[in-house]
């Protein structure tokens, strides 16, 4: 396939998308995406400390956490976890302490 076809293609397809929604809002119906998450306080850890821990011991007690409190929870990197006071109550939990005070974000 061509690539000036290609785009045609992708092309008429958002038009069509928009055209619906338009013909959506016009007749009541508004288009909604996903409900937005609870907006929970967000905290920022730099550090953790386990007594005999490393990344390896950090990233599974992540990963416990995550499978109790859901894949929502899973925080974006361990090097600086911005996550949520029940991520944190967990981790705590599995033996992890931060080190200094969580920063609310």
């Known amino acids: 396939m061509r690539k000036s076809t290609a785009m045609d293609i992708i092309g008429c397809v958002a038009g069509a998308l928009a055209l619906l929604a338009l013909v959506q809002q016009a007749n009541g119906k508004t288009v909604k995406g996903p409900a937005p998450a609870a907006t929970q306080p967000r905290y920022a850890v730099d550090l953790w400390w386990n007594r005999g821990g490393d990344m390896g011991g950090l990233k599974k007690a992540t990963d416990a956490c995550v499978k109790k409190l859901g894949d929502s929870e899973r925080p974006a990197s361990l090097s600086t976890m911005v996550l949520s ?12 302490r931060p080190v200094g005070e969580p920063r609310p974000v």
């Open 85 to 96: 006071r029940a991520m944190l109550d967990c981790l705590e939990g599995e033996g992890w």
